[in-house]
């Protein structure tokens, strides 16, 4: 029902009421700004956390350790949708109940000033009425007392003729200003019905009407709001579910014995059992010399077994070239390691001579692009480009004849660790490991530098280490 029909006299109950819900809508701003203030302190400390528990991925291939790592790139996702929820509050429900709020304060002011002129209208209709009607009463009883003098001097017998014709004329003067005093005040009276009709009739009940639908509005807009909220959060959930079927996708594809077959892979060396001991008492119990210890004994000796003569960078590089320093099967997956590195680096430089070959050729057909020095410059690059591809294509040559080499079974290497295995060496002393030689001719000592010797280590005489590197590089 309107009020401006029912509640046309209840102008303080309205304005009360009015102002009530505008606080009750601010109220439920600041509560939705805490709550969007929490996302944010929730979603930092989310932040915190993942930071604190991330780890660089291993050197084996762990899909153990890759879920995890889903799990806390999905965690730290998710609490950036609690920032984006903090965002989205922000601008779609508290910066619009904000100026909803704003908005309805300045429309109900103005609303109760409107009614406060209206009432001011009303009261000047009043005050006039109020003193026509005094005016009249006062015309009124003047008349009645001119009209009481004259009836008593004329019948007073002392009264003179000009005396009653005196009487005479106040009478009818003061008859004639109570009729006057008698119409102004029906006109101020029907004014002023006029007046209060149109303003409880009209005035009052435009006002109070406008009022109730801005409130009905205020409740729309209102709850529309909050609703936006709920969407929000169906919107962020949907994003959840997401990042949680994302981690449910890296949990089953954990494959533990994938998992443990990488860290086979990883360090298998490819060495084959230590061969049986001799019987004591018998003609093979010889004591074991230094010559007749296996490659895998000499490696459990010298792996933990501190050097300490300094190995230069042209020994590193000389001992590391082929990877002939690791085992059979690490070595092996370094070579293929290797020959992928020189494959991406060669489609790599294949494009830069592509591109620049067309910097050229649109360089020639179009002289006003580019001038001779520039052509110059892009040839002399082009050509670099093409040693460059040059070296690399002899670098992958190399190491795939060395992983050519090894799938035949006629590794230099290989052949060397086995014939070191089966017979004794002329060597003096067990510890003399090849390559150490090497790595004292240089006369360099570094207490500060430990590295572990390399695993392809084999007891010979010195001529043998001698020779070796001249066949390597025969087989080179």
């Known amino acids: 029902m309107p009020w401006g029909d029912e509640l046309w006299d209840q102008e303080k109950p309205i304005a009360a009421y009015t102002d009530n819900n505008i606080e009750f809508l601010n109220k439920t701003r600041k509560f939705y700004e805490s709550i969007a203030g929490a996302h944010v302190l929730f979603a930092k400390e989310i932040h915190k956390i993942v930071k ?4 660089p991925a291993p050197k084996v291939a762990s899909s153990n350790f890759n879920s995890f790592a889903t799990v806390l790139q999905e965690t730290d996702f998710m609490a950036n949708q609690h920032e984006f929820f903090c965002e989205k509050i922000m601008l779609e429900v508290c910066e619009p109940l904000k100026v909803l709020a704003k908005d309805l304060k300045a429309g109900r002011i103005k609303k109760l000033q409107e009614l406060a002129t209206c009432q001011g209208e009303l009261e000047k ?6 003193k026509v009607k005094a005016a009249f009463e006062k015309a009124t009883k003047d008349s009645q007392d001119a009209q009481m003098k004259y009836n008593k001097a004329q019948t007073d017998d002392n009264s003179t003729k000009a005396k009653i014709d005196k009487a005479k004329q106040d009478a009818e003067k003061a008859a004639r200003d109570a009729e006057q005093a008698k119409n102004d005040l029906r006109l101020e009276t029907d004014i002023l019905n006029k007046a209060q009709r149109n303003h409880f009739s009209e005035e009052v009940k435009k006002i109070f009407n406008d009022m109730q ?5 205020r409740v729309t807009q209102h ?9 929000i959060f169906r919107d962020v959930i949907v994003i959840f579910n997401q990042s949680l079927d994302t981690m449910d996708k890296t949990f089953d594809a954990v494959n533990p014995g ?5 860290f086979l892979e990883s360090v298998k060396t490819g060495f084959s059992y230590p061969s049986d001991l001799p019987m004591e008492g018998s003609a093979a119990s010889t004591p074991a010399t230094p010559g007749s210890l296996s490659v895998q004994q000499i490696n459990e000796r010298r792996v933990n077994k501190k050097k300490f003569f300094a190995t230069t960078a042209r020994k590193k590089t000389a001992i590391r070239e082929d990877f002939g320093h690791l ?6 997956k370094a070579i293929m ?5 020189l494959e991406a680096e060669h489609q790599k430089e294949l494009k830069t001579h592509a591109a620049m070959m067309k910097t050229v050729e649109l360089y020639t057909v179009r002289p006003d692009l ?11 690059e082009i050509a670099m480009i093409e040693q460059k591809l040059e070296r690399i294509d002899g670098d992958s040559t190399k190491f795939k004849l060395y992983l050519a080499a090894m799938d035949r079974g006629d590794d230099p290497l290989a052949r060397r660790d086995s014939q070191a295995s089966l017979s004794p060496s002329h060597t003096s002393g067990a510890d003399h490991i090849e390559g150490e030689g090497d790595f004292a001719e240089e006369g360099d000592f570094d207490s500060h530098e430990e590295e572990e010797v390399p695993a392809y280590a084999t007891v010979g005489s010195p001529a043998t280490y001698q020779q070796q590197p001249q066949q390597q590089q025969q087989q080179q």
């Open 337 to 341: 390691e290797k020959l992928a590195e």
């Open 213 to 217: 639908y801005v409130e009905q509005l």
């Open 52 to 55: 604190s528990f991330q780890e």
């Open 125 to 130: 209709a009043r005050k006039k009425y109020e």
């Open 370 to 380: 580019g001038d001779p020095k520039a052509i110059e410059k892009a040839k002399k």
């Open 258 to 262: 994938a998992d443990t077959q990488a």
């Open 327 to 332: 085992p059979p099967e690490q070595r092996r």
């Open 223 to 231: 709850t529309a709001r909050m609703k936006s909220l709920t969407k």
